[in-house]
């Protein structure tokens, strides 16, 4: 069975421009999520998205936004790229929307995005 | 203002040795907790997790231990092995507001086991 895939792996961008990431959730999986981690840190949590509506967001600024398809994968788009945007980007996905036992969130290998 | 807390940024511990990682909390409203390895070029990966209505979790090698009043929870790994090597992450998230704001990490804890 195929895990939580993402593409692409790595991206170079300069600042001020957009760039649009990619995930596709594990199969029987209606929900996903983005998480944003910078060197050294943890993941932050960027979306929550169950049955194509977003069901939470985390502290980041309107230029970040996500959508999710009918087919369960997701979006993650970020406009005016800034330096700070350099992360790797992860995407998880569950069985429904929350957590809790039994539905715990899969994570995929995530996509590095450097910043210039 | 970090809500989850991973003070030591390493651990070095022998090969067949116990391996005690620790995390701390600020928000009372976290109400179940999660571990997550994680290897290089790779997402973290579901270790183990625990309730806020349990004191202790096991999972074959792996025992997660919660305190309430002191807000700390701890992961126990007996006995370790070299594939344990990885950094771990703790995570904490609030079900009873549904979950929709996701899990909350702490920076991670490398762990390195010593042949």
């Known amino acids: 069975d195929a895990g939580v895939t993402q593409s692409p792996t790595h991206l170079i961008k300069t600042r001020g421009q957009q760039v649009t990431l990619r995930c596709s959730p594990i199969s029987g999986h209606k929900s996903v999520s983005w998480y944003q981690q910078v060197l050294g840190q943890g993941p932050q949590f960027i979306f929550q998205?169950?049955?194509?509506?977003?069901?939470g967001r985390g502290n980041f600024p309107d230029r970040f936004s996500a959508r999710q398809f009918p087919n369960y994968s997701s979006e993650l788009n970020v406009n005016a790229l800034l330096l700070g945007d350099s992360a790797l980007y992860l995407c998880a996905s569950s069985l429904v929307a929350g957590g809790g036992p039994y539905n715990e969130q899969f994570f995929g290998p995530g996509t590095r995005l450097t910043v210039l | 203002d970090q809500q989850v807390k991973q003070n030591s940024p390493s651990l070095s511990v022998q090969e067949g040795r116990i391996s005690i990682l620790n995390c701390d909390y600020t928000?009372?409203?976290?109400?179940?907790f999660l571990w997550y390895k994680k290897y290089p070029a790779e997402g973290p990966t579901f270790l183990i997790s625990?309730?806020?209505?349990?004191d202790k979790n096991e999972d074959g090698r792996f025992t997660v231990f919660l305190n309430k009043s002191a807000k700390h929870l701890s992961l126990h790994i007996v006995p370790s092995q070299p594939g344990d090597s990885a950094v771990y992450f703790c995570a904490a998230s609030r079900l009873t507001g549904g979950g929709a704001d996701g899990l909350t990490f702490g920076k991670g804890t490398h762990l390195i086991i010593q042949p």
């Open positions: 625990i309730s806020s209505i349990k």
């Open positions: 928000n009372s409203m976290f109400d179940y």
């Open positions: 998205y169950y049955e194509k509506e977003e069901r």
